[in-house]
């Protein structure tokens, strides 16, 4: 679907120069002189790299869909992730290093989102939370108030997170997985 450049959103994906870009950035800008413009920065989602564009309201450029698609976590094998399709049982491997960090997330049966254009895949949404034990913290300090006090611990899959001083070793809390926060205790 083409747009003009005025119409660029952060977020859009687009087709630039024969590659796939996201928006991360987007400044209009009118100048004295001049016709009006879209500062955009671009991020390539395939690469690591950034680029910097001129967008004029006359120019257009191509807004790529994603396709989503649910998985389901299956396994990990080696330095690959194997997800399976829950509709056609078809099963992809991904690198641990596409998924980043949050990999540390993944669970046995997890369901995610796969956001695929022309069958490659480009990104994998995780639930926003997850149920974890606490494996390791220090025990309570009695007559520590809890306005504003936290402590470190040591999750079930060895991510360390900040958690109120109520909190021991053995409980249940979900956690963030956008920003690895404590969210609540887990009923």
Do not use: C
């Amino acid at each position: 679907m083409k747009i003009n450049g005025n119409e660029i959103r952060p977020g859009n994906v687009v087709m630039h120069k024969d590659q796939l870009w996201v928006a991360v950035k987007v400044d209009h800008v009118k100048p004295g002189k001049g016709g009006a413009y879209a500062q955009v920065e671009l991020k390539s989602i395939l690469g690591n790299t950034k680029l910097n564009e001129r967008f004029r309201s006359a120019e257009t450029v191509e807004r790529v869909s994603l396709e989503q698609r649910d998985f389901q976590y299956l396994y990990a094998q080696g330095d690959a992730l194997v997800f399976m399709n829950t509709d056609t049982y078809e099963q992809i491997e991904l690198k641990t290093d596409f998924v980043g960090e949050r990999a540390a997330f993944l669970q046995d049966g997890m369901m995610v989102t796969v956001e695929m254009h022309e069958d490659t895949p480009l990104g994998v949404q995780l639930p926003q939370q997850v149920t974890l034990e606490v494996t390791e913290t220090e025990p309570v300090v009695k007559g520590q108030t809890a306005a504003n006090s936290f402590k470190p611990a040591i999750l079930e899959n060895g991510v360390k997170v900040m958690v109120p001083p109520f909190i021991s070793t053995g409980q249940k809390i979900i956690v963030s997985t956008e920003d690895v926060t404590y969210v609540r205790r887990a009923d």
